[in-house]
């Protein structure tokens, strides 16, 4: 896959041409789309729901709703926020409709990695930092940053939080996981 | 561990946990299995939400032409739905589901469906096809742009199975226009049977049954309060009430803008001013935002119950611009500096006559860009700031939102019997001033600039603030400006902002195309050279290179003493481009 998080304009500009495709009806790209962003989806839902089938769920819809909304997509250069949003949208009215936002329990994380071949012992200490001892905003920051490679000013607009709380929440939420690791290790 | 290396490891650990659903996707795509969306798909209405209620016309004609024979047979009224935002919109419902009839209740719904014939072109259509179109209509017109804005859906029907289905339905339709505008107003619904009592309460008050519903739910919250007011009030600002249990009556929008305006001085202008009014009764101090657009955004908080304004700048219009219009053709003043601050005198004196005789002028200085003298005085401990207009000498502005001085700094030589009239007893004791040249010298050595020659003097303004003799400082040096406050007294730095200037005032730097990168490390030494600190004095150092707005930065960020820096750097000149240092919460 290539890493949209190290070269986020010409990311942004594939991606947006995969939406004008899609908008048009075309599947491949629509595979395409999916293949590049459906972690950043996933984890967004993830770190919203706290549920890892509710989250799977949610994603699907949300590709459902791509495709039959693509067209509907304006060019501004920032096609990862727009997934972002339509995902998060989706999200909320998911926790709206069952008025609950249980955290993620024991058992339900453990029921991810058994799933997840080959997930290294860190990379699953992380995912435990990230998406069960973190705020639910900063869970969200950590992952639009990292995953969806969104930057903090787009983060800001997409959570309706000050940019300046977005930079700290995601300085406090690294150093937290990175703290986290070390004492592992 | 980096940083980097911390969010590369978590991308990666969540690539390999996201389940791969691209072929259940493309099964259901394939198969017209996607839930509501496929079922939007095949009526073909929402291709664009721009043109959604043009697609809904046309679908509109479509069966209106074909759907004659039908039609006779359904005339009556199976279901009423009503849409209340602020606009109210009510369409009723033939048992085919419908629209039979679809009018605005009030002015602002039949303002929505002007560009629909007044709502004609939507009978004979699907309701969910009229719904659609309608909600688009409503968020184009800006009624649901706010985050805690709020729709209404309202289905009565007898029959509850269908009633309750509909509006499950409708739910789901507007939620899907309301994604797809990337908006997330809330949408409430209800489902009620037909009530004559409800309805007749309705129709008194051009409201629909729904929203008469909802004020009946906050009237039997407070008793005392009025069907006809709480009816004109939005549904955002019904459920927000309900939420608060109805303490009192709010004032309403329309006049917390009118006492934002009258606040702003703003209701004397002939042209419309307020650009948005947000409710926010659930607040722990229930108010409204009043946004005024003028010479540029001023927002006044009013208090929902009582009207008081609970922030906000007065006056900001003294004489208007379209009158007394500001801008010379040269930027050379007409007027003197006496003349302009006796011009402010003058007004002042007019506007305060206990308090003439009794002002020191602390400054009066000519502003190049705007064309008008900044003039500033103190009277009775209070400082007052004026524009005037540098060729006419007309008063452009008064800040009448004063800084006044604390009375231990005011009490000097006035003696407890007879009051010593002359201004030099009311004004305060001088403190101590180092001087102008010393006040530029510690914002240049604050600035990390040795040579005084590479900069070019904005402003140097010596007044009063918060009881202190302070210069304010504005320069640019190196395509940057600064504005850099400093206690008189003993040269501290007080306030530092930077900010890259739009004017170029280095011919070295043409502002062209970007041509190089002065690395990570010249950029981590930039943001600590400005700073003031060594690496070895701060922690969470943090040097990331990212591309903003077509041009290459790096973001710098640290630690020191409670506080947390953080530099954005212009990774083809150095330049500083953003600053902030803030606590470290």
């Known amino acids: 896959m290539e890493d949209l998080v190290k070269d986020p304009d010409a990311g942004a500009a594939e991606l947006e041409r995969l939406l004008l495709n899609v908008g048009a009806g075309d599947k491949d790209s629509f595979g395409e789309l999916y293949t590049r962003t459906h972690a950043a989806v996933y984890a967004l839902a993830l770190s919203i729901l706290s549920n890892a089938h509710d989250a799977e769920e949610a994603a699907h819809d949300a590709y459902l709703r791509v495709w039959d909304y693509a067209s509907s997509y304006r060019a501004k250069g920032s096609p990862m926020a727009w997934l972002m949003a339509v995902t998060r949208n989706l999200c909320l009215m998911e926790l709206r409709r069952k008025k609950r936002q249980k955290e993620l329990s024991e058992d339900e994380w453990n029921a991810i990695p058994a799933e997840a071949r080959g997930l290294e012992t860190e990379e699953r200490a992380l995912l435990q930092w990230a998406l069960g001892s973190l705020d639910p905003a900063s869970r969200q920051i950590v992952l639009l940053h990292a995953v969806a490679g969104l930057k903090h000013r787009e983060i800001a607009r997409l959570l309706g939080l000050p940019q300046n709380t977005v930079l700290s929440k995601y300085s406090r939420a690294i150093g937290k996981m990175r703290a986290g690791l070390e004492k592992g290790e | ?585």
């Not at chain 2, 005024?292 to 208007?320: C, K, M, P």
């Not at chain 2, 003197?336 to 003058?346: H, R």
């Not at chain 2, 530092?496 to 195309?513: F, L, M, Q």
């Not at chain 2, 981590?524 to 990212?546: F, I, M, N, P, Y």
């Open chain 2, 1 to 585: 561990m980096t940083d980097k290396e911390i969010e590369l490891k978590l991308k990666a650990a969540i690539e390999r946990t996201a389940p791969d659903g691209l072929d259940r996707l493309l099964s259901h795509i394939d198969t017209g299995k996607g839930d509501i969306i496929v079922e939007k798909k095949t009526v073909q209405k929402k291709r664009n939400r721009w043109i959604g209620a043009v697609a809904a016309i046309l679908a509109v004609a479509l069966i209106g032409g074909l759907g004659g024979y039908v039609y006779t047979a359904n005339y009556a009224v199976a279901t009423t739905v009503s849409l209340d935002v602020n606009p109210s919109i009510q369409l009723k419902v033939n048992r085919a589901e419908k629209i039979l009839t679809c009018a605005g209740l009030n002015d602002e719904g039949r303002e929505i469906l002007a560009s629909m014939n007044g709502g004609a072109d939507l009978e004979g259509s699907k309701l969910n096809v009229a719904v659609n179109a309608i909600v688009g209509a409503i968020v184009r017109a800006g009624y649901l742009d706010s985050l805690s804005s709020a729709i209404l859906i309202s289905v009565e029907d007898n029959n509850a199975a269908r009633g309750e289905r509909l509006q499950a339905e409708l739910v789901a339709e507007v939620d899907g226009v309301l994604q797809t505008a990337a908006n997330s107003a809330g949408v409430l619904s209800q489902y009620l049977t037909v009530d004559a009592g409800l309805n007749q309460q309705a129709q008194q008050n051009s409201i629909s049954a729904g929203k008469a519903a909802l004020v009946n739910q906050v009237l039997a919250l407070n008793a005392s309060l009025d069907f006809d007011k709480l009816a004109a009030l939005s549904v955002e600002e019904l459920r927000d009430l309900i939420k608060i249990g109805a303490p009192g009556m709010p004032i309403g929008r329309t006049e917390a803008a009118r006492i934002a305006e009258e606040y702003a001085g703003t209701s004397v202008l002939d042209r419309e001013v307020v650009f948005d009014v947000d409710p926010e009764l659930d607040d722990p101090v229930p108010h409204y935002e009043v946004e005024i657009r003028y010479d540029r955004e001023y927002d006044y908080t009013i208090h929902a119950f009582t009207g008081e304004v609970l922030s906000g700048q007065a006056d900001i219009v003294v004489r208007t611009p379209s009158t007394n219009p500001p801008a010379p053709d040269t930027h050379e003043p007409g007027i003197t500096a006496d003349e302009a601050f006796n011009a402010a005198a003058k007004f002042f004196s007019e506007k305060h006559p206990e308090l003439v005789g009794n002002f020191l002028n602390i400054t009066t200085e000519y502003d190049r860009d705007d064309g008008h003298y900044d003039v500033e005085f103190w009277v009775g401990g209070c400082e007052f700031d004026y524009d005037v207009d540098g060729k006419s000498g007309d008063i452009l502005r008064e800040e009448t939102d004063y800084r006044c001085t604390p009375p231990t700094v005011l009490d000097t030589t006035v003696p407890d019997t007879a009051p010593d009239t002359t201004p030099k007893d009311t004004t305060p004791a001088q403190p101590a001033d180092i001087g102008v040249e010393a006040a530029k010298s510690a914002a240049l050595s604050r600035a990390g600039i040795a040579d005084a020659a590479s900069v070019t003097w904005i402003k140097c303004q010596r007044e009063y603030d918060d009881g202190r003799l302070e210069y304010e400082i504005e320069f640019y040096a190196d395509s940057t400006e600064y504005e850099i406050t400093v206690l008189a007294a003993d040269g501290t730095v007080i306030k530092y902002e930077t900010e890259k200037s739009k004017y170029n005032t280095n011919p070295g730097s043409s502002g062209g195309a970007q041509t190089g990168d002065i690395g990570a490390d010249a950029a981590k030494a930039a943001a600590l050279r400005h700073a003031g600190l060594s690496e070895t004095q701060v922690t969470r150092l943090k040097v990331e290179r990212d591309r903003d707005d077509g041009r290459i930065e790096y973001e710098v960020s640290f630690k020191y003493n409670g506080f947390e820096y953080e530099y954005k750097i212009d990774a083809a000149t150095g330049a500083i481009l953003e600053h902030e240092k803030d606590w470290d919460d």
